[in-house]
């Protein structure tokens, strides 16, 4: 079964850079795009990242995303941590069958 | 603005049955695919199903998790999905939402969300 790894949590203080990363277990993590959501406690999930690397309007561009096919991974990267990036972050993509298939989640703490 | 509101939620014994709806406006409905997830008390997300749209015959696709016991249904005319659970378990137990996007190979780049339905089952 297509399963995608993450961290369980990364933290970093205000103002720096944060990668958290999402790795397929086989294929080609580029087969297929991979979206990233953020989750704030108690609320429901919002996409900063779609189709690899595209921001919905509203999402500053200090979010960004990106695909590595050499270590079948994806990543995404916040620039200028803020207080309010304090979240946990979901990575998706699909198996061969097209069964969403979500990351476990990183707890991203902004020190 | 994409407004998906979900409704239904409730208590539910080991075995029953619920129907959970999710009402859209803000987005052409029927172009879009829907797709629901879930996430149990403290877990993580977990993928549910999909329905495509008409233009991709309306086909479906569910979690093993789920096959067999959920079905997913959509009405264009009125803006809503539906997920009708049956022989529910305990392990269903989760905040339901339903999700809109585009179609991509068969796949959905999902963008847009619901709050959630919580449903609970347990005797």
């Known amino acids: 079964n297509f399963m995608l790894t993450q961290p369980p949590s990364v933290s970093e203080s205000p103002g720096k850079t944060v990668t958290i990363s999402c790795t397929g277990s086989?294929?080609?993590?580029?087969?297929?795009?991979v979206q990233w959501y953020q989750q704030r406690p108690g609320s429901a999930p919002t996409t900063v990242i779609y189709e690899d690397n595209q921001r919905p309007s509203g999402v500053p561009d200090r979010f960004s995303g990106s695909i590595d096919s050499s270590s079948n991974s994806a990543s995404l990267t916040i620039s200028g941590l803020k207080p309010e990036d304090e979240a946990d972050y979901y990575c998706l993509s699909y198996d061969s069958d097209t069964h969403g298939v979500f990351g476990g989640g990183t707890k991203l703490t902004v020190l | 603005e994409v407004q998906l509101v979900e409704s239904g939620g409730d208590l539910v014994q080991p075995g029953g049955s619920l129907r959970l709806s999710c009402a859209a406006s803000g987005f052409t409905f029927s172009d879009h695919f829907m797709d629901w997830v879930r996430q149990a008390p403290g877990k993580g997300l977990e993928w549910v199903g999909r329905?495509?749209?008409?233009?991709?015959?309306?086909?479906?696709t569910y979690a093993a998790s789920v096959e067999g016991r959920f079905t997913i249904s959509r009405d264009d005319s009125k803006k809503s999905l539906s997920l009708q659970m049956n022989s529910l378990k305990t392990e269903d137990t989760a905040v339901y939402y339903c999700?809109?996007?585009w179609g991509q190979g068969g796949t959905t780049i999902l963008v847009s969300w619901g709050q959630g339905t919580l449903v609970t089952v347990s005797s």
């Open positions: 329905i495509r749209n008409k233009a991709n015959s309306y086909s479906i």
């Open positions: 999700a809109s996007g």
């Open positions: 086989s294929g080609n993590i580029g087969s297929n795009y």
